[in-house]
């Protein structure tokens, strides 16, 4: 693959993330493997938009421009890879900071034709510094992070996780772009699992794809001190659960919970043993990582169930569109360059 080959889009919506938005840009210039440009996509935010374009006018690669779709991270990178002109897109998120391999390894997975997707490894920052001794490594995919549980290497998966992850372009034109209305849209409830529905209908549209990750992509993603504690914890497993139901609803659950079968069954009750294991021998935090997987699990299959409950009322909640149908997104010179 040229190393002219990748855009890096990073989709953006508070003035709060400032100094992160500046970090994931420079981590992204600073790649070993030259990305062909990075496209910052601000989410319905006229002064942060107005704020950045002045940042990089005169930043040579890096491009600012507006979402053409409505609010809402889906519609934020369909109009990133509506704008984009590599073969392959890459997605960052605006808090996190790539290692500076990262595109590399992402470049070799593609090697092979067949690979249509690899995503790479997420380590958490936490802002008091460390892990809260109660927070099970099992659950950290509610922080955005890569989960215990996961296998190690570069192998084969159902879905790759959407705040570090490529996908060839083609991958778009066969599948659609993220559908709207399943991930976050800037309510409260932190809403997901948009990746994971469009890597399932990718699979649906090209039986021969091969969707990779690859642990050596690393990025490092900030954990604001909020989110160390259960009450989001507890937030974010319950949306998990209503975000699942949708998906199962769309591409049924055999598909919409393959993963999630082998995660509830295997992962978490070995977690849950190495936490009471813990606890007996007085390590610091075991029964509480113990009880926050029980709690996570329940929480999580009760906005499952509801979630379930209201699909079947009212249908399937979003829509997919074709990104070359994506309107509003500027040329070259609408844009910072």
């Not at 507890?234 to 079968?261: H, I, Q």
């Not at 509801?306 to 609408?334: H, I, K, N, Q, Y």
């Amino acid at each position: 693959m040229s190393t002219q080959d990748i855009s890096v889009v990073i989709c953006v919506y508070t003035e709060d993330r400032w100094e992160d938005i500046l970090a994931a840009v420079s981590s992204v210039r600073e790649q070993s493997l030259r990305a062909l440009e990075t496209l910052l996509v601000v989410d319905h935010n006229t002064v942060l938009l107005e704020r950045l374009t002045r940042e990089y006018k005169e930043t040579e690669g890096v491009r600012v421009l507006a979402n053409a779709g409505p609010r809402g991270l889906s519609a934020g990178r369909n109009t990133g890879i509506a704008a984009s002109r590599g073969s392959v897109i890459a997605f960052l998120d605006d808090d996190a900071v790539a290692e500076r391999d990262w595109l590399r390894h992402f470049a070799e997975g593609y090697a092979d034709p067949r690979v249509m997707a690899v995503g790479g490894r997420t380590v958490p920052i936490w802002a008091s510094g460390r892990r809260p001794a109660w927070f099970p490594e099992e659950f950290d995919w509610v922080v955005g992070c890569t989960y215990k549980g996961l296998p190690p290497g570069r192998v084969r998966v159902r879905n790759v996780l959407g705040g570090n992850a490529s996908f060839r372009r083609t991958a778009f034109d066969a599948a659609g772009g993220f559908a709207t209305g399943i991930g976050r849209d800037g309510d409260k409830r932190p809403l997901g699992c948009e990746e994971t529905e469009l890597c399932i209908r990718l699979s649906r549209a090209r039986p021969d794809a091969i969707l990779l990750i690859d642990d050596r992509a690393v990025i490092h993603h900030r954990v604001p001190e909020a989110r160390e504690h259960f009450g989001y914890f507890r937030t974010r497993a319950y949306a998990e659960g209503l975000s699942k139901a949708l998906v199962a609803r769309s591409v049924g659950a055999g598909r919409g919970l393959e993963s999630e079968r082998r995660y509830t069954t295997r992962v978490l009750p070995a977690g849950v043993l190495r936490g009471l294991r813990d606890a007996a021998l007085a390590r610091p935090g075991g029964a509480g990582r113990a009880g926050a997987i029980v709690a996570g699990v329940l929480t999580a299959a009760g906005g499952y169930v509801l979630g379930s409950l209201r699909a079947r009322r009212s249908g399937t909640a979003f829509s997919v569109v074709s990104v070359a149908a994506v309107e509003g997104v500027p040329d070259d010179e609408g844009a910072a360059a």
